[in-house]
Every structure is written in C-alpha cells, then in structure tokens.
C-alpha cells in the first residue's frame, strides 16, 4: 500500500528506490508529512542497513575528567570558570573508580568529556589514555575526547591537527568522536559558541583525526533556537563529510536540556524529537548506523527505532547532562522491556577496537 498523498509522489519514489533527497526535500518533508509517513520513510532506509526487528545496544558511561572550561557556550549548566569554586580534575584513580564501576555494571565503553581547561597540558591526557590502555587493554574502549576538546588541546599545545591525533594515536587512543558539534552551522556557533571554533574548522580537525587512522562518529543536538533549515544544512554537513571520507561510524542525536542554563527555554516534546530521527535517517543515506538518545529521552527514545534509529546506548552518568536536568536510570531489564514490546530483539554491540588504516 502506497503512503497517503500529503507528501510528493517523487520524494516517495526517492526514498522508495534509494535516490538521495535533497535539502529542499528534507524541508518539505519536515512540515508536511504526517508522523506516520515519516515513520514509514525512514523505515524503509533503515531496511538497507539493519534486519527490521534488530536492533543493538551498549552500557556506557560519560567520565566528566574536569568541569572547568573557558568556551562559555551559553547552553551549558555543567563548566565552572578557572578558579571559581566548584571546578574540579580527576586523578587517574578517580578514573579507574568510575571504570572499574563501569566493568562491574555489565559496560565496555567510557567516553570522556570536560572542556576547554586552560590549566591541563596536553601531557594530562596522553598519560590518562596510555594508562587505561595499559590498565585495561580490549576489555574496555573508550572514546577519549569530543571533537571540540581536542581542537582546544592541539592549539593548546601549539600542534597543528594532524600532530596532535598522532600523539593521541602514541597514547593508545583509537576514537575521538564526533561531540562539540551541536548544530552546526555558523550562525548558531555564532549565537551560543562564540569562543568554540567555526564549522569549517571542526570538519577539518575531524578530517585530520581520520587521516591518522583514528575512528570517529557525529553528533547532534536540537532543540535549543535553531531553526529547521539549520537543522537540515547540518545534516547536508554531515552527509557531504562523510561522501568525502566514509569514515563515519554513526550518528547521535540528542536533544537540548534547558534546565540551569544561561538561555533556559522550553524542553522540545519526543514527537519532535522522533520526525528529526526520522528526517536524519531518511537524508543520511551514506551512514550505517543512526543512535536514539536514552540519556536526553529516557524510555521513549526506543520508540526511535520505529523512526529509523537502530542502535541506543544506556548510560549509568553524564554529569554534563544531567546537571541541565536529564535523568538516568540503571533498571537496564526495564528499558530493553521497551525495545522487546515495540516488536524489537536488542543485541549487546562491543566498539570494536581494530583500527582504521590511513590514507
């Protein structure tokens, strides 16, 4: 049965027969496909990576290694200046604290985030990283830095982009994903970023971290100011790097807490959030992989999977969004409940550790 007539008949025979939809297809389906068209769309893309009832999971956890950075953006409720009270480094065994809890919960992967701090040279990180490399060997993978971060620490270090993935690659370090993006386009960077580095920097650092044969993801957030045309020139962004590189592993959206920041605002629903997944999968034809976000969703993130998400993580601490209000839960038995009664069969997924060969 043919989808209901709301929508073009040549943008359905697009997706239908895997032509690629334009921007201006992505805005025209944004405001006039009903959900279910939607729905319906992305599944069928999803169909051209996954089996329709599969779907695969991590347990993670996000090391927040320091609170104190100097990008200011104004959507953050987590950094504490230099020398404000509150701003904290953790030492290698407060790592190994919140790893070894990790191993203990059924998890395999950390992924660190903190920010723009002034006072950690570059030889902080290099030394954390060879350490759990040293510690934990394969047991364990752990994406070591944002993207962002890592732009701060190579002009930090006076190191061009190239240098400085290799000396993370020396450390052990296999990822280095896709995180500091939010929206990216130069208005919105302009906007609420202002000390963070410009769209056209970020790919190129991300271009770099894949020539050294490191992996790496993208990432998105929504629900701040921005629009549904800055939304879809991001995913062009996204789709046009990944053309150029097909080094993209996946790609995660999460949506915007409010709570405790500078510009506040009001939550976006889970209904938004489902037709963005869906939209993103629909114009992201060249990324296997599209992430569901229970951190910022919670339980009805899983109804992404519907939308065209197939893989989910469940985190046990993200400092960075909790303190803007998101909210975790460790009942794992319940969420995976979730994913079984929408019709799906969750696998547990390992990162896998085998790196990439460069250029």
């Known amino acids: 049965m043919s989808l209901q007539t709301t929508i073009s008949q040549e943008v359905q025979e697009k997706v239908a027969t895997g032509q690629r939809i334009t921007p201006a297809d992505a805005l025209y389906l944004w405001h006039h496909a009903t959900d279910a068209e939607l729905r319906a769309l992305a599944t069928q893309v ?4 996954h089996a329709p009832t599969a779907c695969t999971y ?15 953006c104004d959507y953050c409720a987590f950094y504490k200046l230099p020398g404000e009270s509150g701003g904290y480094v953790l030492s290698q065994d407060e790592v190994f604290a919140k790893l070894d809890e990790l191993l203990t919960l059924g998890g ?7 920010g723009f701090n002034p006072h950690l040279p570059l030889a902080y990180y290099c030394d954390l990283f060879a350490a759990i490399r040293a510690r934990y060997g394969d047991t364990l993978e752990f994406y070591a830095l944002t993207i962002a971060e890592f732009m701060y620490l190579a002009d930090h270090a006076k190191l061009n982009y190239a240098a400085a ?8 370090v296999r990822w280095i994903t896709g995180g500091g993006s939010e ?12 000390f963070k580095y410009t769209v056209a920097e970020y790919f190129e650092a991300q271009a770099a971290i894949l020539a050294a044969g490191l992996q790496t993801t993208a990432t998105m957030v929504i629900g701040f100011d921005e629009t549904i045309e800055e939304r879809i020139e991001h995913l062009d962004r996204t789709r046009k790097f990944q ?10 959206c999460w949506t915007y807490k409010p709570y405790f920041t500078q510009i506040g605002g009001i939550e976006i629903t889970t209904a ?12 992201l034809d060249n990324v296997p992989r599209i992430r569901t976000s229970v951190l910022t969703q919670n339980e009805r993130a899983l109804e992404g999977l519907l939308y065209g998400a197939d893989d989910f993580d469940l985190p046990i601490e993200d400092e960075v969004t909790q303190k803007a209000g998101a909210t975790i839960s460790l009942n794992f038995d319940k969420i995976l ?17 085998v790196l990439t060969t460069p250029a």
Do not use: W
């Open 243 to 252: 053309d150029e590189t097909n080094g993209l592993a996946s790609f995660l």
């Open 183 to 194: 929206i990216l386009t130069e208005d919105f960077r302009r906007r609420h970023s202002k």
């Open 165 to 172: 993935a290799q000396q993370f690659k020396q450390a052990g």
């Open 337 to 353: 409940t979730v994913a079984r009664d929408l019709g799906f069969t969750p696998t547990y997924r390992h990162v896998t550790p």
């Open 58 to 72: 991590m347990v993670m956890r996000i090391v927040n290694y320091t609170n104190v950075c100097v990008a200011q």
């Open 46 to 49: 999803r169909t051209r990576f």
């Open 272 to 283: 938004e959030y489902l037709r963005h997944l869906a939209l993103s999968r629909i114009f």
């Open 108 to 114: 395999d992967l950390a992924a660190f985030n903190g």
